[in-house]
Nanobody
Framework: QFVESGGGLVQPGGSLRLSCEVS????????FGWFRQAPGKEREAVSC??????YYTDSVKGRFTISKDNAERTVYLQMDSLEPDDTAVYYC??????????????????????WGRGTQVTVSS
């Protein structure tokens, strides 16, 4: 199960830190991902983190940072220099992968059937 929080209304150029509380997954071995869905658009991968690597979609590289705290069972997404196109509902999910790269795992996770309720991020002046 996943419980997302930390969204809100922020001006362009501002920052937010999203949190995803995780239960039922082995934090040390799973790959975790943040995804977003804007109105009228499909859900897209934003960033994923495996045991040894991270992946970011091109539009957020250099602005977003994914991390996780195994002891706190929480996955974070630090979002800086936010832009209006970042406006969406943000979700997290996870899965167990043995040999896939984090980029491939992120692509597979997009089809996950286990999602939290999401947290709304709105970037507007």
């Amino acid at each position: 199960q996943f419980v997302e929080s930390g969204g809100g209304l922020v001006q362009p150029g501002g920052s937010l830190r999203l949190s995803c509380e995780v239960s039922g997954a082995t934090m040390a071995y799973y790959t975790f991902g943040w995804f977003r869905q804007a109105p009228g658009k499909e859900r897209e991968a934003v960033s994923c983190i495996s045991t040894s690597d991270t992946y970011y979609t091109d539009s957020v590289k250099g602005r977003f940072t994914i991390s996780k705290d195994n002891a706190e069972r929480t996955v974070y997404l630090q979002m800086d220099s936010l832009e209006p196109d970042d406006t969406a509902v943000y979700y997290c999910t996870a899965g167990a992968f043995l040999h896939q790269t984090v980029r491939t795992a992120c692509s597979i996770l997009r089809q996950s059937d286990s999602w939290g309720r999401g947290t709304q991020v709105t970037v507007s002046s």
